[in-house]
């Protein structure tokens, strides 16, 4: 029997098309901030992680090229993964890239660094970018410059996911997400749980 589909079964498009959309005019990365404060704000809201469980359209997406397109070796994820040592070592040198990226950021804003227009893989991989500049002249070169980074950090959280899909199950990134992580984290702080 089919179940009924519902609007958010679909947000996979909105992920696809976000990672599209940026190759193309680096500017669209902005939009990814939605992935970052709608997680948050439902953990801190609701005290639940529905974002992961229902709304997540980068789970979608792993979800439909694992399962429906079988682009996944549907492996068991390996047990390190799902520790919570290394759940919060991710997290905590995640957040440690992003607070980089925000610095570089702030250089290009106060002026004392030039935009860099580079998307980096993986942290460590320079892309240029320049195509995907688009509209960056129309805007102060800080706006352009978190969008590369703020790209960059989608991008790579994209691949790692991708890679894990491949190897394990679909939804292996959902395993050691840093947004699932820091979801979880609010709502057991909201519940009194350690």
């Known amino acids: ?8 079964d679909f947000l996979w498009i909105a992920s696809a098309l976000y990672l599209l959309l940026g190759f193309f005019n680096i500017l669209f990365a902005w939009l990814g901030l939605i992935c970052f404060f709608v997680p948050l704000g439902i953990a801190v809201v609701k005290g639940n992680k529905a974002y ?80 995907a500049a688009g509209s960056v002249t129309k805007v102060a070169p800080w706006v352009a410059q978190f969008a590369f980074g703020f790209y960059s950090v989608m991008l790579t959280s994209t691949v790692l996911g991708l890679l894990t899909m491949a190897l394990f199950k679909p939804r292996a990134w959902c395993v050691y997400c840093p947004m699932g992580t820091m979801t979880q984290g609010i709502c057991k702080l909201r519940h009194g749980k350690q």
């Open 1 to 8: 029997m089919k179940t009924k589909k519902h609007w958010y």
């Open 52 to 131: 992961c469980n229902r709304y997540c359209g980068r789970g979608q997406l792993f979800e439909l090229l694992g399962n429906k397109l079988r682009l996944s070796r549907n492996h068991p994820v390996p047990h390190f993964l799902k520790q919570k040592w290394f759940r919060y070592g991710f997290l905590i040198f995640f957040l440690a890239m992003f607070v980089n990226m925000l610095f570089t950021t702030y250089l290009v804003f106060s002026g004392a660094s030039n935009l860099r227009e580079v998307v980096t893989l993986l942290w460590t991989f320079r892309l240029p970018w320049q195509f």
